[in-house]
């Protein structure tokens, strides 16, 4: 089961860290990644982390701004998003898939397990 949180209102230029919990004992062995939906438009895919944490994956618009990580021993994938604009805002969602075998995914049907989503708004 995943769980995501950390969302919230912040201005634009602003940083927020969202956090991906798990639980379960093969949390390890998954990729995981986050994805985006804001209203009106489709879920789209902003970044994933191996199961190592060896290998990392952005989409071309928040390469440079956001940073994924993960602390296996604490079960917990983070989005570290600085330099927000009012297009960041969006329901986040954390995903995770143990067919690693595929290397990191980019499409939401390449992700298994699904955990609530966060809200972040950025205001301009």
């Known amino acids: 089961q995943l769980q995501a949180f950390g969302g919230g209102l912040v201005q634009a230029g602003g940083s927020l860290r969202l956090s991906c919990a798990a639980s379960?004992?093969?949390?390890?062995?998954?990729?995981i990644g986050w994805f985006r939906e804001a209203p009106g438009k489709e879920r789209e895919f902003v970044a994933a982390?191996?199961?190592?944490?060896?290998?990392?994956s952005y989409a071309d618009s928040v390469k440079g701004r956001f940073t994924i990580s993960r602390d296996n021993a604490k079960n917990t994938v983070y989005l570290q998003m600085n330099s927000l604009k009012p297009e960041d805002t969006a329901v986040y969602f954390c995903?995770?898939?143990?067919?690693?075998?595929?290397?990191?995914?980019?499409?939401?049907?390449?992700?298994?397990?699904w955990g609530q989503g966060t809200q972040v708004t950025v205001s301009s």
């Open positions: 379960g004992r093969t949390f390890s062995s998954y990729h």
């Open positions: 982390i191996s199961w190592s944490g060896g290998s990392l």
């Open positions: 995903a995770g898939t143990s067919r690693v075998w595929l290397g990191l995914g980019v499409h939401g049907r390449e992700y298994d397990y």
